[in-house]
């Protein structure tokens, strides 16, 4: 399975961005996707999970700006990105994986996309 990130750049605070995530093989529909995120000297953070019924989840970092959406007759899933903050700064991967009860476990990891928030 490979995944196929991009939408990535520079931009402003408070600007926005969309970042796409092509799925290259396998019953896409099928299967739970992810997106995470990495800063520099800092943990990778989970931000957006989709099921495969479309169910999303995010943590509170960025709740209300961020929105996880999949198309499956492209195989690709998106994350919408709005009121950018200098924080959001982070190299971003999309993933493919499955859910243990509430837990999103990452099977697959694409490559990542820079993300840069100017102040």
């Known amino acids: 399975v490979q995944l196929q990130a991009s939408g990535g750049g520079l931009v402003q605070a408070g600007g926005s961005l969309r970042l796409s995530c092509v799925a290259s093989?396998?019953?896409?529909?099928?299967?739970?996707m992810g997106w995470y995120r990495q800063a520099p000297g800092k943990q990778r953070e989970l931000v957006a999970t989709?099921?495969?019924?479309?169910?999303?989840d995010y943590p509170d970092s960025v709740k209300g700006r961020f929105t996880i959406s999949r198309d499956d007759a492209k195989n690709t899933v998106y994350l919408q990105m709005n009121s950018l903050k200098p924080e959001d700064t982070a190299v971003y991967y999309c993933t493919r994986g499955h859910f243990r009860g509430i837990y999103y476990c990452t099977d697959y990891w694409g490559q990542g996309t820079l993300v840069t928030v100017s102040s």
């Open positions: 093989r396998g019953t896409f529909s099928s299967y739970a």
């Open positions: 989709i099921t495969d019924l479309d169910t999303v």
